[in-house]
């Protein structure tokens, strides 16, 4: 036996988002882009690997498990980006979804349009990124969310000298910055700097289980 087991939704988005400046439209000029790429996957798939059991696995409308076994549970979801493309295809579990939220059992978070690590190459797409995110969330839920802007010195760079955060600074956003570095001049220099928080510690030390708790801690 030979079993493949498929992420339907993790395909389906990493189509979407390999068409995403070339998207494919049918006649009726729907964006057929996520379709077309999972599909192929599918294909490539049967013809390359030739399984003779496959197995594509689908989120399931409506609530999971966890809130049966977990009333507490809440989801987390962040990019208003996502919460367009949700709304624009699957508008059943849009409304879900905001009934979840007036419930409590959905934190909208991330106040950004789209996640920072993505493609940010300058300190004003960052601040758009932010401010286009913040600005669809209070307008589509009332919701106005908090934003930190987290740098961290971890591999050297332009953050070694502080002029990365002092460049963000420069643009007064209305989020702290928090400039983690090991350098105690680059922390002296950010602390007379507009609104920026920062932190002196030994970070190349910690691994990355470490980093994450440490980041939070700090925020």
Not at 37 to 60: I, K
Not at 137 to 156: C, P, Q, R
Not at 163 to 180: D, E, G, H, Q, V
Request: glycine letters at 6%.
């Amino acid at each position: 036996m030979k079993l493949f087991l498929l992420d339907a939704y993790a395909l389906i988005y990493r189509a979407y988002y390999a068409f995403i400046k070339n998207p494919r439209y049918n006649s009726k000029g729907e964006n057929t882009s996520a379709i077309l790429g999972f599909v192929n996957t599918l294909e490539d798939v049967l013809r390359n690997m030739q399984p003779t059991h496959l197995g594509v696995a689908f989120d399931p409308h409506g609530g999971t498990f966890r809130h049966e076994k977990y009333p507490d549970y809440k989801f987390n979801f962040e990019g208003s980006y996502r919460y367009e493309l949700m709304k624009e295809y699957y508008p059943e579990m849009w409304e879900k979804m905001k009934a979840y939220i007036a419930e409590g059992k959905w934190n909208v978070c991330g106040s950004a349009f789209e996640n920072g690590d993505v493609n940010v190459p300058s300190p004003e797409a960052l601040f758009r990124n932010i401010l286009y995110g913040n600005k669809y969330f209070e307008k589509t839920f009332g919701i106005d969310l908090a934003t930190a802007i987290n740098m961290v010195n971890l591999y050297g760079g332009s953050l070694e000298t502080g002029k990365t955060a002092s460049l963000i600074s420069r643009y007064r956003p209305n989020a702290p910055i928090i400039a983690i570095t090991d350098n105690k001049q680059t922390y002296n220099y950010l602390s007379l700097e507009w609104n920026i928080l920062p932190i002196y510690t030994k970070i190349k030390d910690m691994d990355i289980f470490e980093l994450d708790l440490f980041l939070y801690q700090c925020i």
